[in-house]
């Protein structure tokens, strides 16, 4: 098994169970080590209704102090950064006086649309499907220039619903953004969350990965949990998903430093 480096906690407010659950279940699946990922949080008021509060922070810190001393599975503290305009102001500086063993950078609005919502397929369905992609590669691609984070998570988000561009589309957006990605010498992840989506599928899709792949961009794992019973979930499709485009080996943080292993 791999290492889970996409989890959250109560926390965020919708998901579910003791953190120590989510330990406990990594360790029954063998999964050597995870991440706690809780979603930033964001003093300008951003999104308040999937994250914690500033004050709420050191919470979140002793939450993941109890269970650190886990040797099996080894757990690291980590935290889900959202990229928009403006975020810069708070998270440049108050991310690196934290000592977290992993940031994951994410996009989750293309403008003020909180486009993966539970409620958002009817907006999909009106919407120009190519220019919110395009849209939101462009956020993707700004979040790497930044320099704040270390892995990209669930890349081709806009998928969820089942609503994307085609092929030739695709990669006009994305290889742009996976340069940016490159350079800035960040991993993207393989999320399994997606296949408890209506789009059924791993984030991102093989025709992304294959991309990353010619760009040498390192891969994580993520379950992307709320929930225990969703730690590790379906690791064996991410794994699978990963050897078909040519990888062979993964990331691994500490203390935001990255190596290698073998898959």
Known sequence: MQADYHMHT????????????????ARKKGIPEICFTDHVPAPDGYDAINRMTLDQFPAYKELVAKVRDSQNPAVLFG????????????LS?????????????SVHFIGKWGFD??????????????????????SVGKLADTGMYDVFGHLDLPKKFGFRPSDKQQKEMVQPALDRIAAAGMAIELNTSGLRRPVKEIYPSPL????AHEREIPITFGSDSHAPSQV???????????????????ARFRQRGKTLVGL
């Not at 109560?10 to 279940?25: F, P, T």
């Not at 935290?79 to 708070?90: L, M, S």
């Not at 500086?93 to 950078?105: I, M, N, P, T």
């Open 10 to 25: 109560v926390l965020c407010k919708h998901a579910e169970g003791d953190i120590a659950e989510y330990v406990e279940a």
């Open 79 to 90: 935290i889900e950064a959202d990229y928009y305009e403006g975020c810069q102001d708070f």
């Open 93 to 105: 500086k108050w991310l690196h006086q934290q000592k977290f063993d992993l940031v994951l950078g």
């Open 117 to 138: 919502g539970p409620d958002e397929m009817k907006t999909w369905a009106a919407v120009n499907v190519a220019e919110a992609w395009r849209e939101y590669f462009k």
């Open 208 to 211: 992304i990965l294959q991309l």
């Open 232 to 250: 590790g979930f379906n690791f064996s499709e991410a794994l699978k998903l990963a050897r078909d485009c040519g990888y062979t080996q993964c």
